[in-house]
């Protein structure tokens, strides 16, 4: 029985061990080549297809005995596949070998057996620099192999396309870093082209969107970004290095955006260059929605190939590339036309990018590095030129057009120039007829005023003499009678009582002598008054000036109203000097003045309506070094203080309809502030009363 058991059990082990057999390991020898592949014999190949197994999983025995020859089934169209390779190697030198795993996907995990232990290696395209066990720039993985050593290597893959095989490659150290750094020159003949081309065109970028800002033509804007995008696409390299070397999936994007803006914008170039909405209206729509097309087709050619969605990636890429066709035909067609219509942008076009479509033939007739980009800096070159050139004629066009423009607006505004000239004479005759019977009605309303003026004048006045006549009247009837008396008393020889009556009569002819010459007094007074201002300033009295038009602004207010009554008070300073001044216009002046104080105070009185409230108005009268001042207070209605600065305005009256012309205070302002250098100050308290204080040079 255990001799059967101990068969079995050798038979397994054989079995087991002759499914995990390696394959002959690769020999490294001294004649070794910069970069070797290594023969199909010497590796092995497991395909896990859509599952990932990990380093562990993949060393488990029923993993393990499915390693096998590549079949070349790896990758097939439309499946997606993960895949192992596993291999050995052998130092077959006296001497230690430093080789590399050389990695050109992009992420590949390497383990190495040494010594019965297994060291992990990552490098790959998209690996980030920091996490690469490699030569960072070159994704080299550094490994040392003494004398006759020999190691085992697992590789994961990772996912797998038919676009890159599995074989295993591997490197030699010393030449590598020979070639790629040693040797190297700090900046190559490449860098240097790469570095003036870019510059170059980031200078056309710049100067056409110069051209832009000046005109606002959107074919240098396209034309601007497309040139951008093509400094991007031919500086790609340093942009993978300075920008993208930790975010290598960043890269990918960058590339995907760059190249499909790039073509974008080269259909919108064409699109503006030719002027296809005008020409052709119908194609303009079909670009339009070609470029659209173009943006969606790229954002799914990147998700595809992110995601290694095969068989969408080839229908659009098919679909693209069809489509690309048909816009080269309907292009081609589309220059062909306009050459026929003799267009020198078409011409020069064609002169300027036949170069760079020929460039793939040429390169095959001229193997020389650099034809294809010299023929794209020559279609560059030639482009910018035509935009500059084009740029001149919009500049010349602009500028006619500029002309044309301003000619038409000094010939619109000569046109109106005459125009406003008419209608400046029209104006002008209606203002002077305007203004003309404006002076008239100007001149009406303060004849009115003066009437209005002169009635108070006279009605005063007519009280005033009506007083003097009355004595006279009286005391010669008086006289009459007294005479009639001494008469009969003569006749009776009683000469004591008729000595009597003389001294009676005596007394009356002197009442009767005293109120005539009042009257005699107030008569000429108003003759005085009468007679036109003469415009001259003659010394005057102001305390009998202000008591005279005082009484005659009473009288008056009470010729109309009977009932009216109101204390007068008088504060006159003695021996105050004669003033020069011209009496009539200030007689004016404060008959205005007295005139509102009492209309102020019988307004009150009417509106109290209290018998215990006195209209009052005073005059005051002082000297102030060489000034006379006049106060007039009453305690009326006061002013408000919102009309207190128009009080003084030409025909602003608080008066009703019919009562007041505005223009009293107006005149009294002009009469003292300009024809006699004086002022007028007011103080008032609404409800409570107002005073006007007058000031007059003592000397006008």
């Not at 500086?235 to 070397?245: G, R, V, Y």
């Not at 009678?481 to 009597?500: F, I, P, S, Y």
Request: proline share 3%; with cysteine; hydrophobic share 45%.
């Amino acid at each position: 029985m255990n001799k059967y058991l101990s068969l079995l059990l050798l038979l397994l082990s054989v079995a087991s061990f002759s499914q995990d057999s390696w394959p002959e390991p690769h020999l490294i020898k001294n004649d070794f080549e910069i970069y070797q592949k290594l023969s199909e014999k010497n590796w092995q190949y497991l395909d896990t297809g859509e599952k990932q197994l990990s380093f562990n999983e993949i060393r488990k025995p029923e993993n393990v005995k499915k390693f096998g020859e590549y079949e070349h089934k790896a990758g097939d169209f439309g499946n997606r596949s993960y895949a192992w390779t596993r291999y050995a190697l052998k130092n077959a030198t006296a001497n230690p070998q430093i080789i590399t795993f050389s990695i050109d996907r992009k992420k590949e995990t390497i383990y190495v057996q040494r010594n019965g232990k297994w060291q992990k290696f990552v490098s790959g395209d998209l690996v980030p620099w920091s996490e690469r066990s490699s030569i960072k720039p070159l994704t080299e993985i550094k490994f040392t192999l003494a004398a006759g050593e020999e190691v085992k290597v697992y590789a994961d893959l990772g996912d797998i396309t038919m676009f890159n095989r599995p074989t295993p490659e591997i490197g030699n150290y010393l030449k590598i870093v020979d070639k790629k750094f040693i040797k190297q020159q700090t900046y190559q003949t490449d860098d240097v082209l790469s570095f003036g081309i870019f510059g170059f065109i980031m200078f056309a970028v710049i100067f056409n969107l110069f051209f832009y800002y000046v005109n606002r033509e959107r074919v240098y804007l396209v034309y601007s970004c497309l040139l951008f995008f093509s400094a991007l696409l031919m500086a790609e390299n340093i942009f993978s290095t300075l920008l993208f070397s930790e975010f290598r999936k960043g890269y990918v994007f960058f590339l995907f955006i760059v190249i499909t803006m790039f073509i974008i914008m080269l259909i919108q170039t064409f699109r503006f260059f030719f002027r296809v909405n005008i020409h052709f209206p119908g194609w303009d729509k079909f670009l339009i929605y070609f470029s659209a097309y173009i943006g969606i087709s790229g954002s799914l050619i990147y998700l595809a190939y992110v995601n290694q969605w095969l068989i969408l990636l080839f229908v659009i890429i098919g679909i693209a590339a069809l489509a690309g066709m048909v816009f080269i035909v309907a292009a081609i067609v589309l220059i062909i036309s306009l050459l026929r219509k003799k267009d020198k942008e078409a011409r020069l076009f064609v002169i300027a990018a036949m170069p760079f479509i020929a460039s793939p033939i040429i390169a095959v007739i001229l193997p020389f590095e650099w034809t294809i980009t010299a023929c794209g800096m020559w279609t560059i070159l030639a482009l910018s030129w035509g935009m500059f050139a084009r740029f001149k004629s919009l500049q010349i066009a602009n500028a006619r057009a500029a002309l044309e423009k301003e000619e038409e607006r000094t010939r619109l505004i000569a046109a109106q120039k005459v125009e406003l000239e008419h209608l400046v004479k029209e104006r002008t005759h209606e203002l002077s007829q305007s203004l003309a019977e404006l002076k008239q009605t100007q001149n009406q309303l303060i004849q009115s005023e003066k009437m209005a003026s002169l009635g108070e004048l006279t009605a005063g006045i007519a009280h005033e003499i009506q007083n003097p006549l009355n004595f006279v009247n009286n005391f010669s009837d008086v006289s009459i009678e007294l005479l009639d008396e001494m008469e009969e008393e003569l006749d009776k020889g009683d000469t004591e009582e008729v000595k009597a009556i003389v001294g009676d009569i005596k007394q009356n002819l002197e009442k009767i002598a005293h109120h005539g010459r009042r009257a005699d007094s107030i008569v000429k007074g108003m003759l005085q008054h009468s007679r036109a201002s003469t415009g001259q300033k003659e010394p005057t009295d102001i305390n009998a000036l202000a008591d005279e038009y005082l009484r005659l602004a009473y009288h008056g207010l009470r010729a109309k109203d009977k009932s009216f009554n109101a204390e007068l008070i008088k504060n006159f300073t003695e021996s105050l000097p004669m003033a020069k001044i011209i009496s009539q216009d200030v007689g004016r002046v404060l008959l205005n003045l007295f005139t509102n104080a009492f209309y102020a105070t019988q307004q009150k009185q009417k509106q109290l309506n209290d018998a215990g409230y006195k209209p009052t108005v005073s005059v005051t009268t002082s000297l102030i070094g060489d000034v006379i001042e006049i106060r007039v207070n009453d305690n009326g209605t006061g002013i408000p203080d919102a009309i207190k600065d128009k009080i003084l305005q030409p025909f602003f009256t608080t008066k009703p309809t019919g009562e007041g012309t505005g223009l009293g205070l107006s005149l009294s302002y002009d009469i003292v502030v300009k024809a006699h250098g004086g002022k007028i100050d007011i103080n008032s308290t609404e409800g409570e009363g107002s005073e006007f204080i007058i000031t007059l040079p003592l000397n006008g």
